[in-house]
């Protein structure tokens, strides 16, 4: 939620978990297996942080940028949102764009978000909004959003008119799967895949353009995120080209903090 007038979120919830589409070899759907403990995967004890050693990319016609960068996240604290208690994390460079707070709750039904700050207009008519539900499901598809006719509150095509865009978001659980970040080696992570679409349509020549934000991101029992990796997709519009921008963030090190009466864990704002 974050990269670009395009972008304006990574993560946009508000459905059911729903089977995936596959069959077994008889032709039924295939049983869904729950992950148990789900919630260890999201830990947030207050007063954890993690380090994180990014890369980012944008490919154009034209050029190409390219420049590594570290974000450090921390679970500073609570606040009160639509009279919703949440917790605080702050990150001092997210995908390399600066600094950031992100709201987030969570509970046994899953993980909502609550916006960010800085924040967008766009952004402001989504939240709040269930950014997982609870228990995942392995092979099962979160339909994360699905707004239509949402004004933009922004000029993109130069005529002094808002444009609108249809939303839709999914994510689906895909595996667990070892993964090898400069923080260790991690054996029991839940690779997570996530697609958002947004498709504009222009006052100006009606016009209508399509941006896509693909995300996969792996999270390990009782640490939280370890290693995400992006492209976004932005259309071109008036006289600037399209342009798709990679990033990607992996885990360098990490203090946690021990709940009362539970294991050390802590975990970071999930990028799904």
Known sequence: MRQSAF???????????????????AGNNPVLKE?????????????????????????????????????EVSAIGTTNIKGETVKIFRETNQANKGPTDGFFRRDKAGITYYGSQPTTPFEQQLIPYRVLAFPLVMNGTFRQLEKRDVDMLVDLDGDGRHER????????VVAHTPVTVPAGTFNDAVQIDATMTIVISLTKDRRVITSRD??????ARGVG???????????PVLETRGEVTYVSEELESYALKRAVGLPSSASPPGRL
């Open 35 to 71: 992950i148990q403990h789900t919630e260890e995967y999201f830990p947030d004890e207050i007063g954890s942080v993690w380090r994180y050693r990014g890369r980012t990319r944008t490919d154009t016609i034209e050029r190409v940028a390219e420049a590594t960068f570290s974000n």
């Open 7 to 25: 972008i304006a979120l990574l993560v946009v919830s508000a459905g059911c978990v729903l089977p995936s589409a596959g069959l077994d070899a």
């Open 165 to 172: 865009a249809d939303v839709v978001a999914d994510v689906r």
């Open 214 to 219: 693909r995300i996969t991101s792996w999270f």
């Open 225 to 235: 995120l370890v290693k995400y990796v992006e492209e976004i997709e932005a259309p």
